[in-house]
């Protein structure tokens, strides 16, 4: 099957620097998939489809509604994508990579602030753990249950944004860094160990 990729974005308060890149965005995809968890003003275009929701359902939450609204239209991979950086390869440009190198999960060279997730790999893995919230160790943990399962992804840098800006979600409000120490305290619960120091084969060794 010939991927079909989704652009998919969380934000919740840089609608700021999410609107600059969408002006490129939409030169470059057939459709952008928000999720708005801060009632923002973005861009009105018929390439952009916003999903709203009440309160903010945090990185895991947000990936886990616009993955799963994605693979529902049809879509093969979703590329996740922060709000604060800007990534100018086309969608024909990632599709091809993809269908020229099939693997269960790709990412950049640096951070997760932008990967692609295949719907098989979300099947296998299932979805984003919420409990880690707002922020912070959903990467971690979802990168140790993808070893456990002995899944396979590749780092290139192909998936680094042209535009990287660090952390400007918490910049502008640190009260979502809040949950920080718990959420590594958590992991540690759910895993035996801090990442990279995993000890458990099943969560919280049950």
Known sequence: MKAKVALCIPTINRADLLNNALE???????RVYIQ???NQNIM??????VLKSASNLGVSGSWNNLAITCFNLGYTHVALCN????WYKTQAEVEEYINNNPTDFYVGTGTWCNFILPKDTLVKVGLFDEQFFP????DNDYCYRMRLLELQRINDEFFNPELFRNSQTIARDSSLN???????ELFKQKWGGYPQHETYKTPYGK
């Open 83 to 86: 709000d604060d950086v800007e």
């Open 44 to 49: 009105i275009h018929p390439k952009v489809k």
């Open 135 to 138: 922020a912070y160790f959903e």
């Open 24 to 30: 490129k965005y939409i030169s470059n995809w057939d």
């Open 36 to 38: 708005d968890n801060g």
């Open 178 to 184: 809040t949950n920080f120490d718990r959420n590594k």
